[in-house]
């Protein structure tokens, strides 16, 4: 169906080409998932497949791509729209028209199609994504996961042989994201598409793949195979290698029927490091499996063994980034977090507003917050205390008012009713020169804190702007990010180098408290295990840092308490390991696997397992 | 409206938009009473005999397959308009304005475009106000008795003689000025009424085959000025992340350069899967007809611009009027021979069915009512200022405004309200 005849693309003032002699058989009806590091030419090869590179990117391309036949060298895109559908990253990007039925239309109108074919395909493809009650909706109103639906369903009306997505379920919370990948597989499967997919989050896809692409050296093979070598890999692939399982398993129910052995070894391990036993097992609630769980929130157990006093920073003493977080006390898992939980129950005994006692003194103490937006209530009776040297993860489905507690927090919205305190201070009430030196947020697009032309301009401004020594942002940068010169234009730095810079410029005045939106978002493995490293670091120093992120990976491996909203509300607040392993659609890989031992990342096994 | 209630506010309940959309479908079936709109249908839930033609005469709840053309509405608007440009009676004008508003209020949707409403009663607001502060000040050819009051008056060179600065302000030319005011903002409200009951969109994808692209163009246009203004406000608030103040015009042109450039970024992406998705297939045309196409389109409105300036010149009316319509008959003739090059198809055009219609004649029958008015009751259309009298209201051009409320009644009724801001 896709043939790449030593296909090689360069793009004017490249160094080198992006692709390099790829050849590459694609046969009908595969679904086929392109893996790599960022900027290995993903999204590169994609675009040849529709035609869009070189005809819309510019560019050379020198070799041979035909798709069913049809050379792209002499078919521009449009002449193969009714052959390819392609989906870009931002689905927004995608839309032409402006309510979901049109959207639907707008291929088969181009391609001419009969008016009876198109209201018969638009009916199907509306029951297909499950769209049929937005269809009158205008598209901007629409949730990201509809939207992605949305955009997927514009192209499928057109009935193409091939579909070509980039990033789909980037954007999505693990929920929609599944929506959208059983949508594909059911494609694949009734009807015989053929699909070429992008997409970093392997965790959620790689199980779905009939075939795996690896770039940049354009390895194609079996999922299994491909695995083995890949330096990107979904968590149940690490643990998979880490225990040395054979074949690799690429799905958590694989994984589980083979995870006796690890499972008996672990348990082994903490028995001799711990033999007392005396430490208590966070994760056997009696009420696991559902989200809306009070348990988190009141202490259960006795106090962990190394009682810290509360609001102590749990982590002063572990070496940053060295891995071996929380692994010092037999039970990983439950060391975490115990700290940051005291001010908590703390507030919940003793409500009473702006008295923290001694040392304990929140970072962020937010009470009963409300947030409406005309009739919409985006945030009720919102309670939450964040401790120096806390690490808080907010989760939930998209539109939960994530973002839009984050924005309440800098004090870009200000509160209907309640209060929030950062610092002691009322963020929508304080002067911005004051505020960015007790809480920066990097927003969920870097882009929008950076307005200069090269990076030393940016770092100059936020030096002026925090009032700090000038040359403290370019120290954090080259910490940060090694090796990006002063001269390069922000836009041409990769998403996860544009993330650093964002990050540095927030860090320049120095805050305690550092939110993050979605920090995650189009990060490939390797810079997401920077960033991590990198927010580890800061948290040891004795920042607060708290994320909001659809990345229950990230949140597994970095924060000691999560937070789930959901409609606005709290539901559930407790320390990582008891609120994550306890819902099925929060859970790490690694949690699925081995419930119910009290492993969350493939480090901490890999610590456990260290003689 | 009235059945927002029916759908409480409820946030854990998911998105608001889902919500309304399930009230819009339970709404829509027949066989679920919760939903029917208000008490004005309950005829479309008993079964159809018992309720048999009134059921088919009460407006159906709006929905794609029913909506009216926007052609409709827009005829409808420019009625009401011919006929507020006939009087300066303010009593008249302000019926004209407010069947419009009723209208409006009874059949507005909650589309992005339907707000657009209040923004063109403020303007309307706006010119009335501008006509009197212009009359105060540079005065007026009006002569009258009653001084309201007399501003300081700038002497002027005598070349500038006709000219006034100030001076004397009398009643008249106030209510003259105010008549004058009152008549363009009746006018302008007539358009924001179109304005808000036609999809903009719906409007360009009625054009002719041949102009069917730049449509498109257009209605894309027209989705990025929202975005436009999304990225500022987002920008803006960003600038508060760096510790600057957002308001202020510094503010503003700091965040020009990045809005700009996402503005030119989000278009090339939009204009990559347009192209991806057949924006611009052709058809192969012959090259006869190609350049047939091009003769009648061009000729077409050379003779179209050469009837316009016939009929406006002093001479030559004569073969004016037959000129211009043989210019159009022929760019007629070329746009639709011009639509054979594209291979587009419409997916659910708007229908001009019988509701369309009513609407469109509602509108032009007050058109041709108040045009007649202005035959037997002219004193009465255009009271006098001087002397100064109370304007009445006379009954029979008054009773010729009233058929504009008809679409009111018989177009289809606007799903529940969204409560969502979004």
Redesign the interface.
């Known amino acids: 169906m896709i043939r790449f005849e030593n296909v090689s693309v360069t793009y004017e003032d490249a160094a080198g080409p992006t692709l390099r002699g790829v050849d590459l058989t694609v046969p009908e009806g595969e679904l086929v998932l392109l893996v790599g590091p960022s900027g290995v030419g993903k999204s590169t090869l994609l675009g040849a497949v ?3 590179v070189p ?3 510019g560019g050379t391309l020198s070799g041979r791509v035909t798709v069913d036949g049809r050379d792209t060298r002499t078919h ?7 052959l ?1 559908g ?1 989906v ?1 990253q ?1 689905p927004l ?6 309510t979901v ?2 959207e639907l ?11 009876a074919v ?2 018969r395909r ?1 009916e199907e493809t509306l029951d297909l994504l499950g769209l049929a ?6 598209i ?4 990201g996961g509809q939207q992605q639906r949305v955009a997927i369903g ?2 499928l009306t ?1 009935h193409p042989k091939v579909l070509v997505l980039d990033e789909p379920t980037s954007a999505l919370d693990p929920s929609a994201a599944e929506d959208v990948l059983a949508v594909l597989q059911r494609l694949v499967h009734d009807l015989g598409t053929t699909v070429l997919m992008a997409e970093h989050r392997l965790e959620r896809v790689v199980q779905y793949a009939d075939r795996v692409l690896l770039l940049p050296d354009a390895v194609l093979g079996t999922p299994a195979e491909v695995m083995a070598v890949s330096p990107v890999h979904p968590p149940v692939v690490a643990l998979g290698r880490l225990a040395g399982w054979e074949p690799l398993p690429l799905t958590v129910r694989d994984a589980r029927r083979r995870a006796g052995g690890l499972k008996a070894r672990l348990e082994r391990r903490r028995e001799e490091r711990d033999p007392a036993g005396a430490l208590p097992r966070p994760v056997p609630s009696p009420d696991r499996g559902s989200v809306p769980d009070p348990g988190p929130r009141t202490p259960h157990g006795p106090a962990p063994a190394g009682t810290r006093g509360p609001g102590a920073d749990p982590r002063v003493s572990a070496p940053a980034a060295s891995g071996a977080r929380g692994s010092g006390d037999g039970a990983p898992a439950s060391g975490k977090g115990r700290g940051g939980g005291f001010p908590l129950f703390r507030g919940r005994r003793a409500p009473a507003p702006g008295a923290p006692d001694g040392a304990g003194a929140p970072l962020l103490d937010v009470d009963r917050l409300a947030v409406r ?6 945030l ?1 009776r919102v309670d939450l205390r964040v401790a120096p040297g806390e690490t808080i993860a907010l989760m939930g489905r998209n ?1 939960a008012g994530k973002s839009t507690l984050l ?1 309440t927090l ?3 919205i200000a509160p209907t009713s309640g209060s929030v305190r950062v610092s002691g201070l009322v963020p929508h009430a304080t002067d ?2 004051t ?2 030196r007790r809480v ?2 990097v ?1 969920q697009e870097p ?5 200069a032309e090269t990076v030393g301009e940016e770092c100059a ?2 030096d002026a ?2 009032g700090a020594a000038p040359g403290t942002c370019r120290a954090l940068v080259t910490e940060l990010v090694p090796g990006v010169a002063d001269a390069t234009h922000p ?1 041409d730095l990769s998403e996860g180098q544009r993330l650093a810079l964002a990050l540095a ?2 860090l320049t ?1 120095a805050p305690p408290l550092v939110l993050l939106d979605e920090p995650t978002r189009g990060l490939d493995y390797a810079a997401k295990a920077r960033l991590v490293v990198r927010l580890r670091a800061l948290a040891a120093g004795g920042r607060a840092i708290v994320l909001a992120t659809h990345d229950v990976e990230l949140a597994a491996e970095l924060a000691d308490r999560v937070v789930i909203v ?4 709290v539901v559930a607040d407790g320390p990582t390991a008891e609120v994550v392993v306890s819902s099925p659609a929060f859970a790490p890989q690694v949690a699925k696997i081995l419930a119910p031992e009290p492993w969350l990342t493939v480090e901490q096994v890999e610590e456990a397992l260290r003689p | 409206m009235t059945r927002a209630s029916e759908t409480p ?1 409820d ?8 919500r309304s ?2 009230a ?2 339970r709404a829509a079936d027949p066989a679920d009473p919760t939903g029917a709109p208000g008490p004005r249908t309950p005829g479309t839930a008993g079964p159809a005999g018992r309720a048999g033609w009134r059921a088919r005469l009460l407006a159906p709840v709006a ?2 397959g029913n909506a009216l053309h926007p052609g409709a509405w827009w005829l409808w608007a420019l009625g009401l308009a011919v006929a507020a440009s006939r009087t300066t009676n303010p009593l008249v004008l302000g019926l004209i304005v407010g069947v419009a508003g009723y209208v409006v209020a009874a059949r507005r949707t909650d ?2 475009w339907a707000r657009s409403y209040g923004a063109f009663v403020k303007l309307g607001l706006f010119v009335v106000a501008l006509r009197i502060v212009f009359s105060v000040a540079l005065g007026s050819p009006i002569p009258g008795t009653h001084v309201l009051f007399t501003l300081p008056e700038v002497p002027l060179p005598a070349w500038a003689q006709g000219i006034r600065l100030g001076g004397r302000v009398t009643a008249e030319q106030v209510v003259f000025a105010l008549y004058d005011g009152l008549k363009l903002a009746a006018l302008l409200i007539c358009v924001g009424a179109a304005n808000a009951l036609a999809n903009p ?1 719906r409007l360009l994808k009625s054009l002719p085959g041949a102009l069917y692209e730049a449509g ?1 163009a257009v ?2 246009a027209m ?1 990025f000025a ?1 975005n436009l203004v999304a990225d500022v406000v ?2 803006r ?10 308001g202020g015009v510094r503010a503003v042109l ?2 020009g ?2 809005v700009l ?1 996402g503005a030119l970024e ?1 278009s090339v ?13 052709t ?1 192969r045309v012959p090259p006869a007809v190609r350049r047939t196409t091009n003769v009648l389109t061009l000729g077409g409105l050379l003779g179209v611009c050469a009837g316009s300036y016939g009929l406006l010149a002093a001479q030559g009316a004569g073969y004016g009027l037959p000129l211009l319509a043989a210019g159009l008959a022929a760019a007629v003739g070329g746009l639709r021979l011009g639509g054979r090059r594209s ?6 055009p708007d229908r001009f069915g019988p509701r369309s219609w009513l609407v469109a004649a509602s509108g032009i029958a007050v058109a041709v009512l108040m045009i007649r008015a202005n035959a037997y009751a002219p004193d009465a259309l255009h009271p006098g200022v001087v002397p100064l009298t109370a304007p009445e209201l006379p009954l029979w051009p008054a009773l010729s405004v009233l058929p504009g409320l008809l679409p009111a009644v018989i177009a289809p009724v606007p ?1 529940a309200r ?5």
């Open positions: 529709s035609g869009l005809h819309f990117t521009h895109p449009r002449e193969l729209a009714d390819v392609t870009g931002d990007a995608h839309f032409v028209t402006d039925e049109d239309a707008y291929g088969m109108e181009s391609l001419g199609l009969a008016p198109m209201r638009v009650e937005l269809r009158d909706r205008p901007a109103t629409l949730s514009s192209v057109t937006r005309g009739r919409v209530e985006a009720r539109g924005s800098v004090g870009m911005p020169r505020l960015i920066g947020l927003p882009r929008d804190l950076l307005y401004a936020a702007d925090a836009r410029v927030v005045a959901a409609g606005g509300e | 506010a946030p854990t309940a998911g998105p608001a938009g889902v959309a399930r819009l479908r929905d794609r589309a992005p969109a498109v209605v894309v989705t929202p987002r920008l608030t960003a600038r508060r992340l760096r510790g600057r103040p957002a700091h965040i350069l990045p450039e989000r992406a939009v204009a990559a899967s347009m192209d991806a998705r057949g924006y611009g297939r058809a291979v587009r198809t419409r997916y659910r799903p969204e409560e969502s801001s979004a």
